[in-house]
T-cell receptor, first 116, second 112 residues
């Protein structure tokens, strides 16, 4: 069972470079979201989507873009990477349309990004 | 802005001890979730509490949701080394319940 798959697992970028973190789920979940995790900060919500074609901003959306063209995929784009974006990024999906009220979030294994 | 404050931030105990982790907010939540995360992995759901005053038990773990639905606690009885990890509480930050936010977490270390 694949669940939520994130690629790449590790990436090093230079300041100003762009890249896309990929996230795919095979559970037919409507809800998907992206978080970043920094030491002592817990998980902070970047963007989320309640279904194909619908996205919304979370707590820390600046510097990140998302799109949701299919139910399965929810890529996170960094258009011009900055050292402050060095973090571990987690993608999650849920079988609840709300993603929150009683809906369990299923997380990927994370993508560790370093921006030099 | 709805915030979830977790305490303590770090907890280091011996095997067999009991402990309680707290998750507090000034806002009312329709539900709260508790997740556990191990190094190098994503968080995994432990429990969801929905009703004010609710108590749920998961083996040695007991979860409570405050009567006013503003706070929750996780109590572990007779901790084991396998309980070591990061414990996170989470709740919906918006009316629609679509933006799930997390507390900063409690790092638990249980030594033998």
């Amino acid at each position: 069972n694949a669940g939520v798959t994130q690629t790449p697992k590790f990436q090093v970028l230079k300041t100003g470079q762009s890249m896309t973190l990929q996230c795919a789920q095979d559970m037919n979940h409507e809800y998907m979201s992206w978080y970043r995790q920094d030491p002592g900060m817990g998980l902070r919500l970047i963007h989320y989507s309640v279904g194909a074609g619908i996205t919304d901003q979370g707590e820390v959306p600046n510097g990140y873009n998302v799109s949701r063209s299919t139910t399965e995929d929810f890529p996170l784009r960094l258009l011009s990477a900055a050292p402050s974006q060095t973090s571990v990024y987690f993608c999650a999906s849920s079988n609840s349309r709300t993603g929150a009220n009683t809906g369990e979030l299923f997380f990927g294994e994370g993508s560790r990004l370093t921006v030099l | 802005t709805q915030l979830l404050e977790q305490s303590p931030q770090f907890l280091s105990i011996q095997e067999g001890e009991n402990l309680t982790v707290y998750c507090n907010s000034s806002s009312v939540f329709s539900s709260l979730q508790w997740y556990r995360q191990e190094p190098g992995e994503g968080p995994v759901l432990l429990v969801t509490v929905v009703t004010g005053g609710e108590v749920k038990k998961l083996k040695r773990l007991t979860f409570q949701f405050g009567d006013a639905r503003k706070d929750s606690s996780l109590h572990i009885t007779a901790a084991q080394t396998g309980d070591t990890g990061l414990y996170l509480c989470a709740g919906a930050a918006n009316q629609a319940g679509t933006a799930l936010i997390f507390g900063k977490g409690t790092t638990l270390s249980v030594s033998s």
